[in-house]
């Protein structure tokens, strides 16, 4: 079956790193995501990777992924209080298919 | 500007009451979704449509209709036999192929309540 966990919460202060952390079941998993969901709003897609990547980074992000422990994780470089939010984690095997979604890790940034 | 548009943003529910929650895309998107978020649930799939005139059940269609009988259009009603309706709804749509790396689009949202 499908299932992505991820932990609820994550506190970080200004100017330091985060990482969000996911892991995931289904190994035939082809792209993995991360969504951002700001108060109020819908999910804005941050990045992505396609599952024979280790990692991928786009300017102050990088995702690893180690597939062999179903493990993905998002680093947020300098991260700023408008990086507070909270992020999800979702799986997809293709096609039009719907996508699974963690529960979602509720970031706080102090300044 | 292309995208996804849900209204209302808010609505109000009374009881025994079905109300119908609205999305629309101009993506040409060929699927469309709906999730329905509760706190500390993170989403929940309702229905899904991967083409016109067609819809499956997602995880928690109880309570819930869908229709899709314009590529561009994926209403939702919320009827009288779901007894919790309170919740924040999100309608999504994505493209197959490559390219389109099945990235869903999500609209804003529209927060329903129970008077």
């Known amino acids: 079956g499908e299932d992505v966990e991820q932990s609820l919460f994550l506190s970080v202060r200004e100017g330091d790193s985060s990482v969000i952390n996911c892991t995931y079941t289904?190994?035939?998993?082809?792209?993995l995501y991360w969504y951002k969901q700001e108060p109020g709003a819908g999910l804005q897609l941050l990045t992505y990777i396609f599952s024979n990547m280790d990692m991928k980074q786009d300017q102050r992000l990088t995702v690893l992924l180690n597939k062999k422990d179903k493990h993905l994780s998002l680093r947020i470089a300098d991260t700023q209080t408008g990086d507070s939010a909270i992020y999800f984690c979702a799986e997809s095997i293709g096609g039009n298919t719907p996508l699974v979604f963690g529960k979602g890790t509720r970031l706080s940034v102090i300044a | 500007d292309g995208g996804i548009t849900q209204s209302p943003k808010y609505l109000f529910r009374k009881e025994g009451q079905n109300v119908t929650l609205s999305c629309e895309q101009n993506?040409?998107?060929?699927?469309m979704y709906w999730y329905r978020q509760d706190p500390g649930q993170g989403l929940r799939l309702i229905y899904y449509s991967q083409i016109v005139n067609d819809f499956q059940k997602g995880d928690i269609a109880e309570g819930y209709s869908v229709s899709r009988e314009k590529k561009e259009s994926f209403p939702l009603t919320v009827t009288s036999a779901q007894k919790n309706p309170t919740a924040f709804y999100l309608c999504?749509?994505?493209?197959?192929?490559?390219?389109?790396?099945?990235?869903?689009?999500f609209g804003a949202g529209t927060r329903l309540s129970v008077l």
């Open positions: 999504a749509s994505s493209t197959r192929g490559e390219v389109a790396k099945n990235i869903q689009y």
């Open positions: 289904d190994s035939s998993s082809t792209y």
């Open positions: 993506l040409n998107h060929d699927a």
